[in-house]
């Protein structure tokens, strides 16, 4: 007779002590200044899923897939174009199927100087892939974007935030200087595995700052959420407020198929003109605050 796993109120001190303990938020790691005496760091980012949302799940929607489209038909185009005007540099978050789809939109990205890191393969869900499978899908990603673009990425934004119990160890295989999935701080902080301090940086993210939980629908999901985007701009304006007063650290996730509609779009150019009048703000990507804060802690 096979026992039955245990249900989490019988779980014994080890069992959950080990599972909160397996990755942890260690130091903070927000400098005492940033760069050019800025007062606060901004890191504007940008999911490039394109089909793969609708591909990891089988790929049965045509409509669906046609949304991905236009993130690569009309949205990367004007994403682009504005960060150029606004001699801006910004992260771009890229499945290994989408630069496949589009090898020449990533090799645009790097060559107006941002960055491109990992987001998966087909946007999988890690934490339904098993160990296994998943470091091999993580690996092939970083040896597929470096293929198409030549450069290899030093980053890891997991599709869908979804972290496994084995993705850091994975990050650290391949060596990473920062994950950008997790939630514990606002600012940047140094990544615990096991007790063990990694020197890998976490740039958080959280699901206030990111377009999509306002934006997004799904007809056959029931999912119709619409937030004004007169109201989504007065929340990333207000998150951006606190960073700049705090002297911290202010991230934005954004994807190229939600925030790119012409009755969106302007939530993001008047973000940058809000961040810019303060005056003292530094617009990087998140390799470079990676670098500048672990620098700065002697990592």
């Known amino acids: ?46 999911d490039v899923d394109h089909e793969t949302n609708e591909l990891r799940d089988g790929g049965k929607s045509v409509g669906r897939l046609s949304w991905g489209q236009y993130g690569n038909r009309v949205g990367m185009p004007r994403i682009l174009s504005l960060l150029a005007k606004e001699g801006i540099q910004a992260s771009f978050f890229v499945p290994a199927v989408t630069a496949l789809l589009y090898p020449d939109e990533q090799r645009r990205v790097i060559a107006e100087g941002h960055e491109i890191g990992l987001h998966g393969w087909i946007h999988e869900v890690n934490t339904a892939v098993p160990p296994a499978n998943e470091r091999e899908l993580h690996l092939r990603s970083a040896d597929t974007l470096e293929q198409v673009t030549g450069v290899r990425p030093v980053g890891m934004r997991t599709p869908s935030w979804d972290f496994s119990e084995v993705t850091l160890a994975i990050e650290r295989e391949l060596g990473l200087l920062y994950d950008s999935s997790l939630f514990a701080d606002d600012d940047p902080y140094e990544l615990i595995e096991k007790g063990e301090a990694t020197g890998m ?14 934006f997004n629908m799904n007809r056959f999901q029931a999912l119709r959420p619409y937030t004004a985007p007169e109201t989504v701009f007065d929340i990333f304006r207000r998150e951006f407020d606190g960073a700049y007063e705090d002297g911290g650290l202010f991230l934005l996730t954004m994807h190229p198929h939600i925030i790119t509609y012409r009755s969106r779009i302007w939530i993001l150019e008047k973000l940058i003109a809000h ?25």
């Open 1 to 46: 007779m096979t026992d039955l796993p245990l249900e989490p109120w019988q779980w014994p001190e080890e069992t959950w002590r080990a599972k909160v303990d397996r990755v942890r938020a260690g130091r903070n790691l927000k400098p005492k200044t940033w760069p050019n005496g800025a007062r606060c760091a901004v890191a504007l980012s940008f």
């Open 275 to 299: 961040a810019k009048a303060k005056g003292d703000v530094w617009f990087a990507s998140h390799a470079e605050i990676a670098r500048y804060v672990k620098a700065q802690a002697g990592l």
């Open 201 to 214: 940086v976490e740039l958080p993210v959280e699901w206030i700052r990111d377009d999509a939980v306002y």
